[in-house]
């Protein structure tokens, strides 16, 4: 059964991640739902979840599949992705090409191929006790913070600290996540063409 403590969390990574997306969209090419496109490659983030004390959440990229023909072709680009992105410092806790077939009109078929990631984040990995006690030292002697919110969850000062920090840590993460993934697709995407 979630804790108070996992559902206020999952409020917040969830606020953090929907930031995230928008930020995204506005950067790059909005599309329907939680989806950027960027350099032709269709990119999502999903909502958070809890799961046994942790915060979860999958990015995802669709294979470009203009540029790259053959399923031996799409297989060899996905390993390069899963390749560079085991050796960057936020590890994805699974890599997998998932197919997805598509049919908004039950007329035509489209099959997809994806790159889908997925994170995991224990819960007190989300917010950083140093920078919690300085922001609420920094309210306490009367300073403003609008980026601190109300929660009728949190029953002081303190614990909306924490949950901003959740919440900021969440879309730092997340965005940093989202670089790396198209940095990789970038990557090799040139080798392809080189």
Do not use: C
């Amino acid at each position: 059964m979630p804790t108070l403590k996992g559902l206020l969390f999952n409020q917040f990574a969830a606020e953090g991640l929907t930031s995230l997306v928008e930020e995204m969209q506005s950067k790059y090419t909005a599309k329907k739902g939680r989806r950027f496109n960027h350099n032709n490659v269709t990119y999502e983030v999903s909502r958070p979840s809890l799961k046994d004390g942790t915060i979860e959440y999958e990015i995802s990229s669709k294979i470009p599949e203009d540029e790259i023909k053959t399923p031996k072709e799409m297989q060899a680009y996905f390993q390069q992705i899963k390749k560079i992105l085991s050796k960057g410092k936020l590890k994805p806790e699974s890599v997998e090409m998932e197919n997805i077939i598509w049919d908004s009109k039950k007329e035509t078929e489209k099959k997809r191929d994806y790159v889908k990631l997925l994170y995991k984040f224990p819960l007190d990995d989300l917010f950083d006790d140093n920078a919690v006690s300085k922001r609420h030292e920094s309210i306490r002697a009367g300073q403003d913070d609008p980026g601190v919110p109300h929660s009728a969850g949190a029953f002081t000062t303190a614990g909306n600290v924490v949950l901003a920090d959740v919440r900021d840590t969440m879309q730092n993460i997340g965005r940093d996540n989202v670089n790396n993934l198209i940095d990789a697709n970038k990557q090799v995407k040139t080798a392809l063409k080189g």
